[in-house]
């Protein structure tokens, strides 16, 4: 019905930039928040960042000030612009809508996860 299919990972070196890309596709109506997660090797699952159909955003407080997310409202897809890269940025990122089918409820979607690894 829903698939959320993440793009833009890969290595990078400490101080670099990504950008990874989440297209949402389906019968979709419309789309509330949007969010980026990621999980490191042996660490629980931490919200980086959630960005409202109307633009207002929230950053775990590890990332503000190096990562932007933003939206395009007519692709259905969401953005996260990541910059001066940590070696503690190495995670699986994920990105997680709440999103509403033609004719359904609101329920969320998480895509599969793309893999950002900073090291030298």
């Known amino acids: 019905q829903v698939q959320l299919v993440e793009s833009g990972g890969g290595l990078v070196q400490p101080g670099g930039s990504l950008r990874l890309s989440c297209a949402a596709s389906?019968?979709?109506?419309?789309?509330?928040?949007m969010r980026w997660y990621r999980q490191a090797r042996g660490k629980e699952r931490e919200l980086v960042a959630s960005?409202?159909?109307?633009?207002?955003?929230q950053y775990t407080d590890s990332v503000k000030g190096r990562f932007t997310i933003s939206r395009d409202n007519s692709k259905n897809t969401v953005y996260l612009q990541m910059t001066d890269l940590l070696p503690e940025d190495t995670a699986v990122y994920y990105c997680?809508?709440?999103?509403?089918?033609?004719?359904?409820?609101?329920?969320?979607?998480w895509g599969q996860g793309t893999q950002v690894t900073v090291s030298s």
């Open positions: 960005i409202a159909w109307g633009g207002s955003t």
């Open positions: 389906g019968s979709i109506f419309s789309i509330n928040l």
């Open positions: 997680n809508a709440d999103i509403r089918l033609v004719n359904s409820v609101l329920r969320t979607y």
